[in-house]
């Protein structure tokens, strides 16, 4: 269960970053960029995880 709770922790602490870096891109002026590409993410995408800094494309190439 310690495990477990330190995990959902650092996944926390790890989505938390990926926000601060999103509400950075906003006040830039390159919020929904995708920060590989440069194209824009899909509003799909933002919906389900405003806090994403890569396209759907992107994310894929990079967990594959």
């Known amino acids: 269960q310690q495990a477990m709770a330190k ?3 650092e996944a926390h602490q790890h989505r938390l970053v990926l926000i601060d ?3 950075s891109t906003l006040k830039s002026g390159r919020y929904g960029l995708c920060r590989s590409c440069e194209e824009p ?12 800094p890569f396209c759907l494309e992107c994310q ?3 967990e594959g």
């Open 7 to 9: 995990a959902n922790r």
């Open 21 to 23: 870096a999103a509400l």
């Open 41 to 52: 993410i899909s509003l799909k995408r933002l919906e389900a995880r405003p806090e994403t």
């Open 60 to 62: 894929t190439k990079r």
